[in-house]
């Protein structure tokens, strides 16, 4: 979890997040209030990962994507990977996500998944379908504030 | 001196700049200097980024200009496909791309992306330096073409663009 400096997370707490550049911006909702906390994801159990083996596991491995922490949800149905990329997945990096996603789509059999990019403060929201098709779309959330940690749990 | 509202005339070069290229500097001047003043976003990286990803805004699709994934501000966006064969089955992608209601507004989305962004935090110690912005943005992880620093470099290079930067001042 990374801390904030008190007028930062003073800021957060009253709704605006600083930049770098010295604006100011309506703060993202922290992790644990975003819509995949929220309505798309429930009744998540963590994974113990020293023991988890599963097909995602390689492709994440072979495009180099640090993997912290698996929830399944929904009855073990929807995986959510609390990750940290090594690309910015809204920048110019099409050519490495794209085939990232379609690859962990097959490896998942086709369902939908989320992955929570801790680096880039986002979640990728895949969603496939069983005729080829994969949409794409992403959230961002807030860091937590100095309360203590997120109950969506980047941890 | 040079007015902050025009295009500096670069003065090393002896090609001669399409009218399209001087039209699009001119247009979106005075928005990168707002934004640089806001966000701190150099004007030569705003102006640059956004004529490599648009061709000097001759090929954008719904006013995506700087083709940010996902919505914009305003919830706007706009879906791309590509295709990807994974075990001999054709996969498509369907991704969301930010789009704007005009060019201003999406320099506004620009300038407030990239430093929401804690990846690209270090870049904004240099604000007034637009060639090691852009080199820490791209090691960053802003793109995946190994080239795509140097591409910047060289818009920023051939058409004065840092010139802007130092006619502002530092922040």
Known sequence: MRALPYRLAAAVSLGMLAMPGGATAAAPPLLGQTPLYTRLAHDCRTVDLAHWTHPTRQVLARHGVTLDKLQLCNDDRYPIYTVRFKFDPQGQTTDYFHPLYAKMAKANGYWPFSFVDTTDDLIVDVRPDRRGNVDVDYEQFGPPGPAGADPGGKS | MHSKNHPIKPHHHTHITPPYVTAFIAKLLPVAQSVKKTWGVPIAVLIAQDALESAWG???????????????????????????????????????????????EAAEGYG?????????????AYSDQPDRFVDIIVAAGYATDPDYAHKLKSIIGAHGLAAYDKAAGPR
């Not at chain 2, 914009?72 to 706009?78: D, H, M, W, Y």
């Not at chain 2, 590509?82 to 969301?96: A, C, P, R, W």
């Not at chain 2, 407030?112 to 904004?124: H, I, L, M």
Request: aromatic share 14%; hydrophobic share 35%.
């Open chain 2, 58 to 104: 001759q090929h954008v699709k719904g006013n995506a200009y700087f083709g940010i994934k996902g919505n914009s501000q305003s919830g706007g966006s706009i879906n791309f496909a590509t295709h990807e064969v994974v075990g001999g089955k054709t996969i498509t992608i369907h991704d969301s791309f930010r789009v704007y209601t005009s060019l201003q």
């Open chain 2, 112 to 124: 407030e992306f990239v430093p929401s962004n804690p990846r690209y935090a270090a870049a904004f």
